[in-house]
């Protein structure tokens, strides 16, 4: 990925004098013709030049041979895999042939050097013959153990600097997640969906990493522990293996058309916990005692660490939401709408920057990513011209499948092209062994504390496909693959690969049998989506009156206040604010909202609602009984006829002390899907491209 | 866009251990603590990946800005300046703010450091403390002038490496104009384009190469010259401000619907001229008699040169052809086409390795790409499903404009930004001067030229527009910052950002008068495409028989054997290759194409058709005489009046020496634009979006 400079002297222009003052240089010239090394220099330049282009065009034709398997498999009508699990497979394939097929000349050109150093700059200048040449710094670099490895040069050269992933491969993988979280059962299910996220994958940590701790100390007694490996590390190996991956099972969700709930559980915490990972992570890495033992347990670190979470989690959120609302009302303000090119631009744009703010202010970009995507998806959205929400969803989801199919090519790239791999069976063993039971203390405690609240209870068999399903994927490899320095985190790297490819080989092929051996439903049509089978094997109705009241008041200020204030749909502000704010309410209010006054069209449908079906909102006046109980229940035999003419009032509104929600009830589309609708397949179909 | 490692330890795992043997370390430990040291860097190394994100930040900040005051330009009906104009005057506001407006602190932790070197290797290991540093090699550094600029680190921070622009900015961008050129009107004036494309730029390369020589020699007798100046140098100057634009100038012509030859003309040598100064530039890069003066006329040295431009060029090409041939192969003969999103990545994917590949073999990637995106627009993209068509080229049509519009901006910036500006009144007035004169040198006698071979001669008010509205953009500006190592190279980079200012501005405002001046026809309709106002007035038809007989061989070598070959359409190869291919011609032949055989349903139509325009094609026995004179010119009356019906058999086909081939006429659409069709503006609106 490297591109080099090819005749690489633009920089000295912007070298700051200062630099060069500060530095002092004993020149030792031994160079004869100074031209000459010059000539050698941008030879090698180019030469390295060139054998970025080839190795960067080896994962495009790795890619692309992907691509092309997939067709077949789809074509064919293959489904033990997932094409992630090919992905991994090829690059496997081109590790094993790079690392023992090729022998690439060893560059001998490297010169002896004699440095005085007393420290480690980021740049360095370095006069040769009177000539300077800037260096930067790349990072540390650890004593050979001796052990030559064939090809190391080449392999060295396929290996691509950690934070690319971090930087470019994971934004679009994690903002394409949070854009197309199925919004509506996402936010139905939110109280458990953040149970899972945070309590869950913390117990997960917690678990994991106890586990692990135990295996460390007994491998230590039975001497197989060739390096340190502390309690924080434990720890943090718990939170790199609690982040689950959203990509592979919820494809397989989405073709078979899996009971909504369970989608959106499944995806909800998928997606949200691999933010509480990232954020956990660090906060982790940022747990250092004062004093001589780093390692011991101290409460301020401890506090200082809790702090660090909370701080990177609501930054990072906060950062989100801002840049989704901003891009919401540039767009809702200025009629942009008219150009979808410049539409489209600005709406990547504003995304991306989303990402840059967040880094820039030293939060995690790729968490603030996540919840811009949200945003976006909830509010900016609505207010795109139907070309630009065509657009805009085909190029995230292009940019997704690139960079999702990326990183699992490398993953299987790495385990042969890394050269310090440290595969411990105890270890390894222990690592499954503790992942199992980590996700067993995330999904049934938390279940089952969970259906006390919850009226739509979570199913036995649900819990057990969220086990089972909870594989792991591009974000346990990205944060393990970060940092190898130690020799902890090398054993925790090479076992983090085994569990990846495992999870995604197993699971991601076991998925569809399980669903059939759980007698999970599956092909749930629009009109059904309501009935989930309860542990009585009784259909089972799930309403909005579920959801906690802290969720039901956010549902009220979204759709009075948010909607309103940052889209064309919604009651006008004019309505809905207190009558001192008249003036403020009429300009923020959108003519277009003001026209949709009477009909109080929700443009979020759009979203959520099927192409075709012509959702007809209840009168705002018709009310249900505080407690969210069905008043009428009559025509509960006809609500499975005609979702777009259903008029259950039940399902249409969720309205309690005297304020009117009305929300829409048929099947939410993945917003990434609907536009154009999918030709409904049979159940029998497993061809529909994933999406 | 310098990501940084975050703990860039990873590199160490695949440091070659040999290189660790080569070198040896004499180290001097200063700093006490070892991870204290350890732990500044890191710092240091966290602040730069905020630096680098804060830095991009501003550019998108400014793109964003762009795009909304287009869109508010558009909206207004603004059109006295081009969006690229807008980007470079805001580039040139955030310049001057970051140069003068802002103070930041000065980085004083660089270190003293004492090193003795005998060479620049690419790697560079030092030794602090016992830890092991990596650096890499940036580029060689000029000794500083001296004078002290403020805010220089913060400046020297928003620069990118000039590589960038080559690598990342500029193939989107040129990909672009080859996946949208006119291809039917282009082909028609091929003959013309590549002699203006080649002839023409060559022949302006060196005309302004002479101008400058003289205007240098004549800065040494007034003793204005602060450095070295060769001829070569001035030769270098002449090729990289030979590069017309096709961006500003085209987007007023498609907004006007400007006579369809004048844009065929301006477009298709625009694009290619960029092609040959590129490589020119680099020939000449290579000129380098052997000896001690290495600035003297060498024949060797000239040849060499000259083999250089043939071998880049061809080499090139060929590179680009044959991805794209590779990828229409693919997608014939595979299904892709049911999964759009598969196909999109692989044309995303293919293209992209164009580049790579061309780059790895030492060929020209920035020309590989351009050939690639006219052979995907040629064949590749009929195979696509229509869904695909659709992202195809929203997708390359934003990455398009993201580029441009990036860098524009940056050029703007970069009049502030960059700290060794040589700006000589006496260069800059010669090289506006000679660019002047080598347009023209370029633009009239190749006309009078051409002129006497076509029958459709270019009209001395077509011959003016071109001279004028050649203007300078992204191709100029990225060859000349790509190496600003030399006094020379600076006094170019500096005139040539002036240039490139003043001809977007002054030429790309001025072409709307300029054309009404010259009574060029606009808003031409697709009935009336063929009518061209010759120099006495009068309607002149134009056909495909004045194209020279290389090219008409070419069209029926691609109609009969390219596009069956490599496309579902065209004539099967049964029929056209001999009978003893038979077996190989059935193999090849795809059934559609078999389908297709009775109606001869070339499928490049779509590309070239407007939408709800149904072509009839003529029978395939309807022939012309041999010398391609109209046989029937009795509904000449007719022909404007329904495009799509028009059976005027003149303008559907060429027949030749027994070989009928048949072109569908009706106006061909930019591929880019022609779905969904736009509605048809008046010719007063100036407000349809650019493509």
Redesign the interface.
């Known amino acids: 990925m ?19 003052c ?10 004869e013709n100074t031209e000459m ?2 000539a ?2 941008e030879m ?3 030469e ?4 970025d ?2 190795n ?2 080896i994962f ?2 790795l ?2 041979l992907t ?2 398997t ?3 498999f ?2 064919r009508r293959f489904r033990f895999i997932h094409e992630t699990g090919l992905a991994m497979i090829y690059g496997l394939f081109v590790g094993v042939i790079l690392r023992f097929g090729v022998n690439s000349p ?23 013959s009177g ?14 153990k ?3 490895v064939p090809n ?2 080449m ?2 050269k396929v ?1 691509f ?4 992933f ?3 491969l994971l934004p679009p993988i994690i903002f394409h997640a949070g854009f197309s979280l199925k919004r509506r059962h996402f936010f139905r299910n939110l109280g458990s969906i953040l149970s899972y996220a945070f309590v869950g994958t913390l117990t997960s940590c917690f678990v994991t990493g106890l586990v692990m701790y135990g295996c460390v100390v007994f491998m230590k007694l039975i001497g197989q522990l060739g390096g340190d490996f502390f309690f924080t590390d434990c720890l943090f190996f718990g939170a790199i293996v609690s982040a689950t991956d959203p990509v592979t099972v919820l494809a397989i969700f989405n073709e078979l058309k899996v009971d909504v709930d369970l989608y959106a559980l499944m995806f909800g915490e998928s997606v949200l916990n691999d933010a509480v990972a990232i954020v956990l992570s660090s906060s982790i890495v940022a747990y250092q005692p004062e004093g001589d033992n780093r390692h011991t347990f101290d409460v301020i670190a401890l506090l200082r660490s809790l702090g660090v979470f909370l701080g990177f989690f609501s930054g990072s959120f906060a950062m989100g939401a801002a840049t989704g609302v901003m891009t919401a009302l ?1 767009t809702k303000f ?3 709408r ?5 539409e ?3 709406f ?3 995304s ?2 989303t ?3 967040a ?4 939060f995690t ?1 790729v968490v603030a990513v996540l919840f811009c995507g949200i945003t976006q998806a909830h509010y900016t959205y609505n207010n795109l011209s139907a ?1 630009s929400k ?2 805009t969803k ?2 995230f ?2 940019l997704n ?2 960079a999702e199919n990326f990183i699992f090519s490398y993953m299987g790239l790495t385990l042969f ?4 791999h440290v595969f411990s069976p105890v270890f390894i063993v222990g690592a499954f062994l503790a992942i199992f039971l980590g996700r067993a203390a995330n999904i049934y405690p938390l279940s089952f504390l969970l259906n006390l609240g919850r009226k739509n209870k979570i199913a036995y068999n649900f819990q057990h496909v969220m086990m089972f399903s909870g594989l792991r994927g591009a974000m346990t490899f990205a944060l393990s ?5 130690t020799y902890a ?2 054993m925790m790297f090479s076992t983090t690969l085994l569990i990846v490819f495992s999870t995604v080989w197993v699971c991601g092929g076991g998925t569809t049998p399980l669903l059939s051996v759980m007698q999970i439903k599956v092909g749930v049509d629009t009109d059904q989506e309501n009935v989930v089978t309860g542990p009585d094997g009784l259909p089972q109705r799930s309403t909005k009156h579920e959801s906690a009241w802290p969720f039901r008041l956010w549902y009220t200020f979204d759709h009075n206040y948010l909607k309103p204030f940052l889209t064309h749909s919604g009651p006008p502000l004019t309505n809905t604010l207190p009558a001192c704010c008249g003036p403020i309410a009429r300009c923020l209010t959108s003519s277009q909202a003001c026209e949709n006054a009477g009909q109080l069209n929700d443009e979020d449908t759009e979203l959520i609602l099927n192409d075709g079906c012509n959702l007809m909102y209840g009168d705002m006046t018709v009310s249900t009984d505080a407690h969210g109980m069905p008043t009428t229940s009559t025509n509960q035999a006809g609500l499975y006829s005609l979702p777009g003419t259903s008029d259950d009032p039940l399902d249409r509104e969720l309205a309690f002390g005297g304020t009117r929600l009305v929300l829409p009830t048929d099947e939410p589309l993945d917003p990434l899907t609907s536009f ?1 609708p999918p030709p409904s397949p049979p159940l029998s179909d497993p061809l529909r ?1 994933r ?1």
């Open positions: 490297g591109f080099y400079r090819r005749r690489s002297s633009v920089s000295k222009d912007f070298i700051h004098p200062r630099l060069l500060l530095m002092c240089f004993s020149v030792i010239c031994l160079a090394v010059n050698v220099t090698k330049a180019e390295s030049h060139r054998q282009s080839a960067l065009l495009i034709m890619l692309t691509i092309l997939i067709w077949l789809k074509h060893q560059d001998l050109n490297d010169v002896t050097l004699n440095c005085a150093v007393n420290s480690s700059p980021t740049t360095l200048l370095v006069n040769v000539r300077f040449y800037e260096y930067s710094l790349k990072g540390e670099v650890r004593d050979s001796g052990h030559e190391a040069e392999l060295r290996t600097d950690p934070e690319v971090f930087n470019i540039v200025t009629k942009l008219d150009f979808p090119l410049l489209t631009a600005l990547f744009l504003m991306w920057s990402f840059l703010l880094e820039a202010c030293g970009g070309e065509t657009r085909e190029l989801e292009l499948f690139l092209s890394f050269h310090h693959i970060r940092d190898t320095a985190r090398q154009p491209h999406v």
